[in-house]
């Protein structure tokens, strides 16, 4: 069972940075689309970032210059780089996977919580202006 946990967030200023990491677990594969989350109460959802098991990412616009997602399969380990933070960057920030070799369909899967099987409990990054 693939089990997903993340860590380092915190509370920092705005233009200051946070790197967030998600350790994975119960793998059978390295062929796996990931991607970082964030919600605010009462909103969706929604994408920030993807990379596919090949390495290719994808960004949502509000975050794209200032995050980067990467990942080291020898750790089985997601991150997600955040600078030149904002206080709307506040949010929950969830790690999620779901298996696919495919690159087209982890990039059409952006910002499609459905389309992503597992989860982690979610990391709370805050702003403050």
């Known amino acids: 069972q693939v089990q997903l946990v993340e860590s380092g967030g915190g509370s920092v200023q705005a233009g200051g940075s946070l790197r967030l990491s998600c350790a994975a677990s119960?793998?059978?594969?390295?062929?796996?689309?990931m991607g970082w989350f964030r919600q605010v109460p009462g909103n969706e959802r929604e994408g920030g970032a993807t990379?596919?098991?090949?390495?290719?990412?994808k960004y949502a616009d509000s975050v794209k210059g200032r995050f980067t997602i990467s990942k080291d399969n020898a750790k089985s380990t997601l991150y997600l780089q955040m600078s030149s933070l904002k206080p709307e960057d506040t949010a929950m920030y969830y790690c999620?996977?779901?298996?696919?070799?495919?690159?087209?369909?982890?990039?059409?899967?952006?910002?499609?919580?459905?389309?992503?099987?597992?989860w982690g409990q979610g990391t709370q990054g805050t702003v403050s202006s």
């Open positions: 990379i596919a098991s090949g390495g290719t990412t």
């Open positions: 999620a996977a779901v298996q696919t070799a495919s690159t087209y369909y982890c990039g059409t899967s952006f910002g499609l919580p459905a389309r992503f099987l597992h």
């Open positions: 119960g793998y059978t594969s390295v062929s796996y689309c």
